[in-house]
């Protein structure tokens, strides 16, 4: 199965900086079949990212995600106070679908 | 707008049978076009898929657990079903039902539901 790791665990950053999220595959993730979710503590996750870089529906433009092959990347272009939750990726390039252990974006 | 909402006991006695039921309202599971899934999350951990059924009944589990897993689904109802047999103390973690636009990523989530193995 492929193994993502995320990094880093845990990004220190102020309101209003831009966050850089990173996900690495243990082999290609075809297609740029890759997600991203956010999630708060004691909610579900909620989808932000498909297909790599395609927004889900509601979600700002201040979100967005690229790469191919191993390595992706979440971006947040400049953090606003409800962001500061835990992020995954999940790859639904091969089976089993694969989830990251999560990056957790927290207020410094 | 689509809602799902676990349901179950909280508590499983070692070995014994984990059993959840996902209800989808605001939406038919019989119309098709989706995959109607179980996540699970363990204490303070990531997410791992435990799989999938469509409406028809055809199944998709995840290899690691797929000896233990049944998915069922009740059209009827607008629900579908996990059992997990032989549970231990490493299948406590909250249990998400989701579903997927036949694409493989999640894009509605129940709240989840925390099922602790203990006797």
């Known amino acids: 199965e492929i193994v993502l790791t995320q990094s880093p665990g845990t990004l220190s950053l102020s309101p209003g900086e831009r966050a850089t999220l990173s996900c690495r595959a243990s082999?290609?993730?075809?297609?740029?079949?890759l997600a991203w979710y956010q999630q708060k503590p004691g909610q579900a996750p909620r989808l932000l990212i498909y297909?790599?870089?395609s927004r889900a529906t509601g979600i700002p433009d201040r979100f967005s995600g690229s790469g191919s092959g191993t390595d992706f990347t979440l971006t947040i272009s400049s953090l606003e106070p409800e962001d500061f939750a835990v992020y995954y990726c999940q790859q639904y390039g091969s089976s089993p679908w694969t989830f990251g252990q999560g990056t957790k974006v927290e207020i410094k | 707008q689509v809602q799902l909402q676990e349901s179950g006991p909280g508590l499983v006695k070692p070995s014994q049978t984990l059993s959840l039921t996902c209800t989808v309202s605001g939406g038919s599971i019989r119309s098709g076009g989706y995959y109607w899934n179980w996540i699970r999350q363990h204490p303070g951990k990531g997410l791992e898929w435990i799989g999938y059924?469509?409406?028809?009944?055809?199944?998709y589990y995840n290899p690691s657990l797929k000896s233990r897993i049944t998915i069922s689904v009740d059209t009827s109802k607008n629900q579908f079903s996990l059992k997990l047999s032989s549970v231990s103390a490493a299948d406590t973690a909250v249990y998400y039902c989701a579903r997927d636009p036949r694409m493989g990523f999640f894009d509605y989530w129940g709240q989840g539901s925390l099922v602790t193995v203990s006797s």
């Open positions: 297909g790599a870089s």
């Open positions: 082999q290609s993730v075809s297609s740029s079949y």
């Open positions: 059924i469509y409406y028809s009944g055809t199944t």
